[in-house]
């Protein structure tokens, strides 16, 4: 059975320079170096076997940034974009912005304010508390520590009366 040869690539003088100077500068990442290689060697016409050998990799790998590479071709994109990672899917966003702003204001304001004895939140009383509002039905206290976290909140090293953790001044 006859094995089909890969698609051609053809490069403008443009893009073959700006592959190269991506290869051959330092600060490049190596994914990135890479993946300019194999586009280079296939515009000589090498085949996704030849490519892998040259540059240790597998098949696969080369074939894939081959046919992505053409992919793009006539969109408006820079060499570097075209060698970068397509988004990829993750899972669906849990809470909306709303909520998470409403965590945020939660956590900003003093404890006495809800009916809570406590001199300040801690993530287990801003899930328990944000529960019981039902503004969010269900949130573990890990990922209110990873949301005060991002928001570089931390109402835990707060003094209300002082300054609030969110930065206002009372």
């Not at 597998?58 to 992919?71: G, I, P, Y």
């Not at 328990?128 to 039902?134: L, S």
Request: proline share 5%; glycine share 4%.
């Amino acid at each position: 059975m006859a094995r089909l040869a890969p698609k051609i690539l053809n490069l403008s003088d443009e893009e073959r320079e700006q592959l190269q100077k991506l290869i051959n500068r330092h600060n490049t990442p190596q994914q990135i170096a890479i993946r300019a290689k194999i586009i280079l060697m296939a515009s000589e016409g090498q085949n996704h076997r030849q490519i892998a050998r040259n540059l240790d990799i597998n098949r696969q790998m080369a074939r894939l940034w081959r046919n992505r590479w053409l992919e793009t071709e006539g969109q408006e994109l820079s060499v570097f974009q075209k060698l970068q990672d397509q988004e990829r899917v993750g899972t669906p966003v849990k809470f909306s912005m709303e909520q998470v702003i409403e965590l945020f204001a939660l956590a900003c304001s003093p404890p006495e304010d809800y009916g809570r004895s406590i001199s300040h939140w801690t993530a287990r009383e801003l899930a328990n508390e944000i529960m019981k509002q039902g503004i969010i039905e269900s949130i573990s206290v890990r990922h209110i520590g990873r949301l005060l976290e991002e928001a570089e909140l931390k109402p835990h090293q707060s003094r209300y009366w002082l300054t609030p953790p969110c930065g206002r001044r009372i």
